[in-house]
């Protein structure tokens, strides 16, 4: 079923403001890692949500305290603002240990706290994952900022959100094969080919727009020019349309499993701030991979 106007129209304007407030936080790092933080904290606590709605449904005590769930929250912008930190020191081996210490230290205090293997499993288990899974992709875009520059962050963090609005239209208008129809219906091949060829025209406007503006935002960013070819475009697109796809179906599959159909609703027409950065969660691994491959 096709969405209504309406919703096209707050998926438009909704997108604009936020796309467009996430582009201007690139001025610097501390902004870049403060848009990271505000991302982890508010996609962390739909994600916490999302964790102990199924966990309210599989034991005998529903009622959870609001100070359990917001210590757990904390626990993923926490630990990607100490990364931010240890990138813009330069220091990879505190980053590696931060990650290195998350299994045994968080798993040890869900030992000595729940001493339930039930609690640890539903509950330390996953929030230990959404570490993983939220805060170590978005740390992966500061690297590359830090790294490589900002306008390599820039492509990372908004080419996802293109392929996804290609595909949805995309798909909305053409799609007769389904994707994965068990995770996630509305998605269609015709959309995934579709949100590819545009992703890749779309980043090709925006090298050539980004190009011909430089020389008057050189104060923007740290400083780095354009480097990618057309070539590196294409093999880009590629990585971000397959990340984006998988991050999505992901996303959909957890909120399958809880029953949901949004990760939340801070975004009308687009649901929960996760929903948005689903993509990005798998595609910022992706492009620093590339960007060490091709640097």
Same mark, same amino acid.
């Given at each position: 079923?096709?969405?209504?106007?309406?919703?096209?129209? %707050?998926?438009?304007?909704?997108?604009? #403001?936020?796309? =467009?407030?996430?582009?201007?936080?690139?001025?610097?790092?501390?902004?870049?890692?403060?848009?990271?933080?505000?991302?982890?904290?508010?996609?962390?606590?739909?994600?916490?949500?999302?964790?102990?709605?199924?966990?309210?449904?599989?034991?005998? @005590?529903? $009622?959870?305290?609001?100070?359990?769930? %917001?210590? &757990?929250?904390?626990?993923?912008?926490?630990?990607?603002?100490?990364?931010?930190?240890? *990138?813009?020191?330069?220091?990879?081996?505190?980053?590696?240990?931060?990650?290195?210490?998350?299994?045994?230290?968080? +798993?040890?205090?869900?030992?000595?706290?729940?001493?339930?293997?039930?609690?640890? @499993?539903?509950?330390? %288990? %996953?929030?230990?994952?959404?570490?993983?899974?939220?805060?170590?992709? &978005?740390?992966? /875009?500061?690297?590359?900022?830090?790294?490589?520059?900002?306008?390599?962050?820039?492509?990372? /963090?908004?080419?996802?959100?293109?392929?996804?609005?290609?595909?949805?239209?995309? +798909?909305?208008?053409?799609?007769?094969? $389904?994707?994965?129809?068990? *995770?996630?219906?509305?998605?269609?091949?015709?959309?995934?080919?579709?949100?590819?060829?545009?992703?890749?025209? +779309?980043?090709?406007?925006?090298?050539?727009?980004?190009?011909? *503006?430089?020389?008057? #935002?050189?104060?923007?960013?740290?400083?780095? +020019?354009?480097?990618?070819?057309?070539?590196?475009?294409?093999?880009? =697109?590629?990585?971000? =349309?397959?990340?984006?796809?998988?991050?999505?179906?992901?996303?959909?599959?957890?909120?399958?499993?809880?029953?949901?159909?949004?990760?939340?609703?801070?975004?009308?027409?687009?649901?929960?701030?996760?929903?948005?950065?689903?993509?990005?969660?798998?595609?910022?691994?992706?492009?620093? &991979?590339?960007?060490?491959?091709?640097?």
């Amino acid at each position: 079923m096709s969405p209504d106007k309406k919703e096209l129209r %707050n998926r438009w304007k909704y997108g604009v #403001i936020f796309g =467009t407030a996430s582009v201007l936080l690139l001025y610097n790092y501390w902004t870049i890692v403060i848009l990271g933080f505000l991302a982890c904290l508010v996609s962390g606590s739909e994600y916490v949500k999302l964790l102990f709605s199924g966990y309210k449904r599989t034991t005998d @005590n529903p $009622k959870v305290m609001a100070g359990e769930i %917001n210590i &757990l929250t904390a626990l993923i912008p926490g630990i990607f603002l100490l990364s931010g930190i240890c *990138i813009f020191l330069e220091r990879l081996d505190f980053l590696v240990i931060v990650y290195a210490l998350i299994i045994p230290v968080l +798993g040890g205090i869900g030992v000595f706290v729940y001493q339930d293997y039930g609690k640890i @499993n539903e509950i330390m %288990n %996953n929030v230990i994952l959404g570490i993983f899974y939220i805060a170590l992709p &978005l740390t992966c /875009i500061l690297y590359i900022y830090k790294t490589f520059g900002w306008i390599y962050s820039l492509y990372a /963090i908004t080419s996802p959100w293109l392929f996804d609005s290609f595909a949805f239209f995309v +798909g909305i208008k053409y799609g007769k094969h $389904k994707l994965m129809p068990k *995770i996630s219906p509305k998605k269609s091949v015709e959309g995934l080919l579709g949100g590819m060829f545009f992703t890749f025209l +779309g980043l090709i406007v925006i090298t050539i727009f980004i190009q011909w *503006i430089y020389p008057a #935002i050189s104060f923007f960013g740290n400083g780095r +020019g354009i480097e990618l070819s057309v070539l590196e475009l294409l093999i880009l =697109t590629l990585f971000i =349309t397959w990340g984006a796809t998988l991050g999505d179906l992901y996303e959909s599959s957890i909120k399958r499993y809880h029953q949901t159909k949004d990760s939340g609703d801070i975004i009308p027409g687009h649901g929960g701030l996760l929903d948005r950065i689903d993509s990005l969660v798998f595609v910022g691994p992706m492009t620093l &991979l590339l960007l060490l491959m091709i640097k």
